[in-house]
Structures are given as structure tokens and as C-alpha cells.
T-cell receptor, first 110, second 115 residues
Framework: GQNIDQPTEMTATEGAIVQINCTYQ??????LFWYQQHAGEAPTFLSY????GLEEKGRFSSFLSRSKGYSYLLLKELQMKDSASYLC???????????FGSGTRLQVQP | ETGVTQTPRHLVMGMTNKKSLKCEQH?????MYWYKQSAKKPLELMFV???????ENNSVPSRFSPECPNSSHLFLHLHTLQPEDSALYLC??????????????FGSGTQLSVL
């Protein structure tokens, strides 16, 4: 089966850096996605990792370690608009769709 | 705007009602999905359609009945629901079916309340 764990809630300060962790246990791993979801809105794609290492995209970076079953999303220079839920999702060979974690609700404070 | 439109945005229904949720994608994708999102729970996959054919039913109760008349439209027909079915129902699409590097595009969802 598949199991994905991420913290339920986090709080950070505007301008700071925050790291949101995700651990997973799965067979046939084939990539990890991060999505952002503002309250009442559609989840939107942030990043995709399939190889070990860091992928940087502006203020957001995502890291993957396949041997450890571990990923993190790093948000720099936090802005108030970054307050949202961040969903970790894993792709598996042989499955027809992604499996999602419960999401981490990030609150950015002034 | 993600290119995936869901209607209605909000729906309140009694347990004996019949209603339908609609999803339309304008992205030229071939795969469409229904997910259920309950508070503090992971997104749960319900159904997958690929080129209008249902390819996965994730043990969903028969009171949820999907329909995919073409690759751009997806419906979820609801009847005799239970209060525990209250949730946000999200539609998504992708270029191809599957979880292999396929980025999902989500609609904003229908917030369903069953009384």
C-alpha cells in the first residue's frame, strides 16, 4: 500500500523561510508532486521530482531522497499570499492516479 | 484559471435527492478524474476515465455514479447520499492517464453538504 505523512499545520513569519516535509512509503515509486491549494480554490501544481536532489523554481524549491522516502518543499521570502495548504502527492507505477497526503496548512503571519 | 471548470460551486441536498455535479476541461486532455476531499483527510481518488472509458473505480459506493460522454466532460450523479458524503468534490484532468509524470489540473470543486 501507500502511506504519505506531512505535518498538519505550520506557522511562519513574512519574509522568512519555511520547510514543509513529506515522507512516503510506497512500492513502484515514480515521482513526487507538490501542489498548493488556497482556501476555496483548486489545487495548483508547484513542482515535480523523480530523481534525487533539489529542484529550484523561483522562491520555491523541492527536494527528494528516494532512498529515504523523503521530500521537502522550501519556501523562501515568505509572503502573506503563501498562506495555503500544501499537498504532497506520489505517483506509482501501475496506478492510474496520484496518491495524496493530507496536506500541510501554512499560515504566514506579519 | 486552471482550464477545468466545475459546477455548481456549492450544493446542499437532502438524503433522498438526486443531483449531478458537472466538470468541463478546455485543455484537450484525455484523462479525467474525480477526487473527494474531506476535512483533514487526504484527497481520495474516486474514478478515473481515459478516452471516455472508466479505468478505475476506487471501491466507491453505488450512490455515486460517474458519466463521461466525451473527453472534455465528466459528471458525477448523486442519489440517496449520506451525511458523511459531505465533502469537497474535485475534478481533475491530465494529458494522459496515470500517475507517471502526469501533472493534474484541478477544478475549484463542488462543496457538497448532505442534510
Amino acid at each position: 500500500g501507500q502511506n504519505i505523512d506531512q505535518p498538519t499545520e505550520m506557522t511562519a513569519t513574512e519574509g522568512a523561510i519555511v520547510q514543509i516535509n513529506c515522507t512516503y512509503q510506497t512500492s513502484g515509486f515514480n515521482g513526487l508532486f507538490w501542489y498548493q491549494q488556497h482556501a476555496g480554490e483548486a489545487p495548483t501544481f508547484l513542482s515535480y521530482n523523480v530523481l534525487d536532489g533539489l529542484e529550484e523554481k523561483g522562491r520555491f524549491s523541492s527536494f527528494l531522497s528516494r532512498s529515504k522516502g523523503y521530500s521537502y518543499l522550501l519556501l523562501k521570502e515568505l509572503q502573506m499570499k503563501d498562506s495555503a495548504s500544501y499537498l504532497c502527492a506520489v505517483g506509482h507505477t501501475g496506478r492510474r492516479a496520484l496518491t495524496f497526503g493530507s496536506g500541510t496548512r501554512l499560515q504566514v503571519q506579519p | 484559471e486552471t482550464g477545468v471548470t466545475q459546477t455548481p460551486r456549492h450544493l446542499v441536498m437532502g438524503m433522498t435527492n438526486k443531483k449531478s455535479l458537472k466538470c468541463e476541461q478546455h485543455l484537450g486532455h484525455n484523462a479525467m478524474y474525480w477526487y473527494k476531499q474531506s476535512a483533514k483527510k487526504p484527497l481520495e481518488l474516486m474514478f478515473v476515465y481515459n478516452f471516455k472509458e472508466q479505468t478505475e473505480n476506487n471501491s466507491v459506493p453505488s450512490r455515486f455514479s460517474p458519466e463521461c460522454p466525451n473527453s472534455s466532460h465528466l459528471f458525477l450523479h448523486l442519489h440517496t447520499l449520506q451525511p458523511e458524503d459531505s465533502a469537497l468534490y474535485l475534478c481533475a484532468s491530465s494529458q494522459k492517464e496515470g500517475a507517471l509524470r502526469e501533472k493534474l489540473f484541478f477544478g475549484s470543486g463542488t462543496q457538497l453538504s448532505v442534510l
